[in-house]
């Protein structure tokens, strides 16, 4: 792909033309994400690519026209074709990047989690209160995913009165080597707890998990599944079932029960088929078939409104509660008890 | 469904008593009959079972306490125990049996067909007439089926608007040895035949057979699908995918294509299951498993109707009609031609 | 429905002849069972009727051949003809009437509850263990359901390996004047304790409420919907949507997780509809259309095996165990805390 | 699908860069490309837009830079900045625009029909083959629906056995002003008619057309429901409710009966919902929401596969076939009578 015309874009911002965005972190997530900006997304293009290692984005850059590797992220962000930043990159590294974006007041498309605990969220969110304006959209995809779109705008317009409980599922066919109890939570859980902040429109207050006797197939020591329950500052109760190792493939529904409705999404679909005594389907096998729209529809809502000069979309906030509830949750994992969720005050830049 | 008022029994009859019931024949069919009654149905009781094979009905008699086995039809229906009869011998022996319940005036459940031929059914019809009022309920036991009661009750009532059209389905796993072309027209779409005209409360007028490239688990010389097209009196077009060698099990659906919506029954049903990379369930095996609730209520209903002094469902008109179109089905599935159905003018006797 | 010649019937018992039953109790569900032994069941016959509500019961008997009225439930045992009683009277009258049966060793179908209280039922348990053999089938008719039971075949033959989770709903449109938190588990929940007990085959060993803020439809002071939790001595954990008041229907559903897969019961059927922008079907509007057939197999089955000479189903310690649930329900729904629920040793008589 | 090697593009070409298109027509469809192009598409510019209407394309090239309106077709294509035509006009303008483009050698996306009948189809198919090349995809964009696709790969590796029948169905809500029984030949079931050629890879040999008595909701003069019949050179026959003033939505569905299972696409899905006693959800309510997603990825295999030098999808020859059923389907509708399709042999270059 060539680069459009962008006779001004420099650091006052795109202006309409084609975004220059540089990626950062090229693992799973990050090659993903350079392969849809180059294929899929109008509107953007891959400016730089940056990782440790040299030869993986030495590659990966040769590929793209207009592409320049990095193995220092400061250095991308100071290439003149990059308006804008992907960052990809494991947690941990996380926080740096997002100050070094915001030194530059370069958007930023920044993968969950924001960073991995509360205390150093929050020091994102002063950094970017300092701006004065929001600059990150953290990526937590289900909010561009269609389905949850449409149970959000149900539930924003009062279709079934208040929602007074949620029923969530999230199960994988299996979980990779090293996976742990606490990952459950923050790798996993995460999105439960983001979907709840989002449809419910509330802070999740407290955390309780059951732990059932595991499944034969889960690997020693994991606790799968196990049942996890919020209660929002309104009262609603939200449980989950997380299912790591169920074996049969990638399912995340979720129920709304309303007043006078309830609403469900996340059924499978697809060809129906009768064979063999059976009627029914496929299920999805992985979370790339599940919300691969969702992502392809997160990045390009993101060089959107990035290109109008806008932030949308999940916030810092969002980033720093997620943090928060995941903390409380893996203490309620080890104690069985009921654990609140402490939150600062909201401050004015992530009012509602 | 019509009833008739029963002024004068034949014998002195149940008098709201038990019924006793002579089942004639005691094959497949006949032989579910007898268990049914003993063990299912409040209200009748075996009374006398019918066979030519002497030992059979022996042992099956000696089973039932107060049942005399007969190899005579004309001797069960003489038993003082006997005040109704359920005709279950191949379709060639009804006409005998029909006019000797006739000549006694006694009450009939007659399984389809009620003869195997128009000129037959046509004899049939002049006696009952000759009687003056009806005798014989025929067993097109889907019209007892929960499913398509609830579908003719909103045909009935307008629900959504006036039906257009049907699509049928009528599936079964395999067939047994010697099944004919002409067996797929009498033996199986003649259950399509009598719920198209129940369904829309008209005639058949015309019919068409499409005979597509067989699959290769039919047997030889068996066309195997068809799709059989009707034509109503009213205009109405109806459709039935016969499919008896379709190798997953037995299906049977309807819809009704109507002016404002449509209104689909025969969806399998019953567990859901996820399990290995599949969702959905079983389907069912065959038509005991999916009618055996229809053939129950249909007896039922019989009994309870018989022991009221009444009449109801499906007549001998029905009986005709149903041979008329199968007569005229036989000659389209031979020539691809569209044939018109003959019908004689309905008697008073079975206005509707 | 008229007596059959049951010669020997006496004390000594039906012999294979019509049962005589004695319906304690003319209430909803009593009056209800008396229709369904008059009109429905296969083998047996209303041979009294008791209430204290004498115009009530002269009536009903008047319709009946051979039903005698009492207002004495002793008096109505008393009856030769009467072989067996039918318990439909209110829980609290339960105890008393269950000792007279025994007393003159009828077999008795007792309505759920077996007894409001645990002591009550221990009492009723010492007394059945004394005569040396089960006399009593308890009323959990859910047992008896079609779905439920091919979901209990599943779990027994370990399609999907073993049970991990099981999520109920248990909703219905709205409740009666008077209903209250406490009867939310005594008359609802108790039949997820039940099915739980029944499906997994152990016994539940905690519980936990949760409470939501309560729907606006909810009259005052109920708590509506909740959450209710239970352990099972095995470990499971087993999650129940209790929610009485959600306008919408009735509805009743089970999933079982299992280690390789997962089943679910209670998906709503019938006829499915494309009109007006919308596509599916109507919700079963109360528990007498989802469960009249497993209503009616409860008592055929009751009266089948007692003509036997056997008894089957749901026992006295099941009654007990669930009584005890119950008890333990009601304290963790005043306190929000895990309460441990407490049961004798199972007796010999009830060992499975 | 098939795909060309083309090993010289008449001018320069893109080769790799941004495609430069010109969208000729911009009506409806073409209005919605433009914006296609320029918001979704990756790789693609609008370079030029063509209209007669001056106002209309002055407007919508001012507001997409490096965008000429023009009101003479051959103009834009001899614009340096485009290297591609989209042709979006009115049917019988496609020839002159087809052969325009084939004198200067640009890929074309030439939405459906082709031209509309077979002679003028024949024309553009020699021209076509002149060249030596392909050239046109031709706007069948069925083909790239997402279940379409599914369904064509379980035929393709006969996932069970031989295709024996399809079953579509194809509802509107209702019909815009002036719309004929051939328009629902020409606009509707030629969908079908590609669908079925395509899925099953045989040419559709003959086609009836019955005509139930129409809804009361058709205007004037249009026989509404419709059922289409197709048998192809293979002896499959594949039936197609058309029905479209259905009122209630949009609704496109397919199922294949094979020897071994059935496989069907197109249930409506989405939000589950239980409210008001009704269990179910929303059906879409026209083709662009139902097709979005293939529009979209229609346009990007054409834009991705002209940059890389090739041509791909349905063929001239698919839209000359397209026109010769078409051209059967309006005798059959007006005859009621069985109708051949008479096809020219197919051209080398056309081969599959």
Redesign the interface.
């Known amino acids: 792909?060539?680069s459009?015309?962008m006779t001004s874009h420099g650091r006052s911002g795109p202006a309409?033309g084609t975004l220059g965005v540089a990626v950062i972190g090229t693992g799973r997530m990050g090659a993903d994400h350079v392969r849809r900006i180059?294929?899929?997304?109008?509107?953007a293009r891959v400016a730089a690519v940056v990782d440790i290692d040299a030869d993986r984005i030495g590659h990966l850059a040769a590929g793209i026209?207009g592409c320049t590797p990095y193995t220092d992220p400061t250095a991308a962000m100071d290439d003149p074709g990059v308006n804008a930043v992907l960052i990809a990159s494991p947690g941990p590294a996380h926080e740096a990047a997002l100050l070094d974006a915001f030194a530059r007041d370069l958007p930023v498309l920044c993968e969950k989690p924001l960073t991995p605990d509360p205390a150093s969220a929050l020091r994102v969110l002063e950094a970017e209160q300092k701006l004065g304006h929001r600059r990150v959209q953290v990526g937590f995809m289900r909010r561009y995913d269609a389905?949850y779109l449409?149970?959000k705008s149900?539930l924003d317009k009062g279709a079934?009165?208040?929602p007074?409980?949620l029923?969530n599922k999230h199960r994988n066919a299996d979980t990779p080597p090293g996976f742990t109890n606490a990952m459950m939570i923050h790798d996993s859980v995460v999105h439960e707890i983001d979907v709840t902040r989002w449809l419910l429109d509330e802070e999740i207050a407290a955390v309780r998990v059951?732990?059932?006797?595991?499944?034969?197939?889960a690997p020693d020591g994991l606790s799968d599944?196990q049942?996890i329950?919020f209660?929002t500052a309104?009262?609603?109760?939200v449980?989950t079932?997380l299912?790591v190792n169920?074996?049969?493939?990638y399912?995340v529904s979720c129920e709304a029960?309303c007043?006078?409705?309830?609403?469900?999404?996340g059924?499978?679909?697809?060809?129906?088929?009768?064979?063999?005594?059976?009627?029914?389907?496929?299920?999805t096998?992985g979370f790339v078939e599940r919300f691969e729209e969702a992502y392809d529809r997160q990045v390009?809502r993101w060089v959107?409104a990035t290109r109008r000069g806008e932030v949308e979309g999940p916030s810092c906030w969002d980033g720093y509660a997620a943090a928060a509830v995941c903390e409380a949750g893996v203490r309620a994992q080890a104690t069985g008890e009921r654990v609140t969720v402490d939150l600062i005050e909201r401050p004015a830049l992530y009012e509602r």
């Open positions: 792909m060539t459009d015309d309409h180059n294929d899929v997304i109008s509107g026209e389905d449409t149970l149900l079934y009165g208040r007074l409980m029923h059951l732990r059932p006797a595991p499944t034969g197939n599944p049942l329950l209660e309104a009262g609603q109760v449980d079932e299912f169920c074996g049969f493939g399912q029960v007043e006078s409705g309830t609403a469900r999404i059924d499978d679909r697809g060809v129906f088929v009768n064979t063999a005594g059976h009627w029914g389907g496929s299920i096998p390009q959107d």
